[in-house]
């Protein structure tokens, strides 16, 4: 399974920014899918998650900002962000829980999406 990001580049504060991800394949179902990010010289944190039932999960610093969803049909999560700021700044990696033989869960990730908000 591959997941391929995109949407990631530069935007001024206060912009928007919308990512996406496409999975290559949903094996037996993908459970959830979502988006982390790595600032440098941090950690990488989850931005936001979303469920197959819809039920989503953001961080603080996501909420009110950012919005997450998901199209079953195209294998895909995508994630809208506004009122983007300075420390916003970072990669963005994609993943998608996916259910293989056996029902199996996987975890896979995208190979991640800069964002650069600067004035």
């Known amino acids: 399974v591959q997941l391929q990001a995109s949407g990631g580049g530069w935007v001024q504060p206060g912009g928007s920014l919308r990512l996406s991800c496409a999975a290559s394949e949903r094996g037996f179902g993908i459970k959830e899918m979502g988006w982390y990010r790595q600032a440098p010289g941090k950690q990488r944190e989850l931005v936001a998650s979303?469920?197959?039932?819809?039920?989503?999960v953001y961080s603080d610093y996501a909420k009110g900002r950012f919005t997450i969803s998901r199209d079953d049909a195209k294998n895909s999560v995508y994630l809208q962000m506004n009122s983007l700021k300075p420390e916003d700044t970072a990669v963005y990696y994609c993943y998608a829980e996916i259910y293989q033989v056996l029902m199996r869960l996987l975890d896979y990730w995208g190979q991640g999406t800069e964002v650069t908000v600067s004035s």
């Open positions: 979303i469920a197959g039932s819809g039920y989503t």
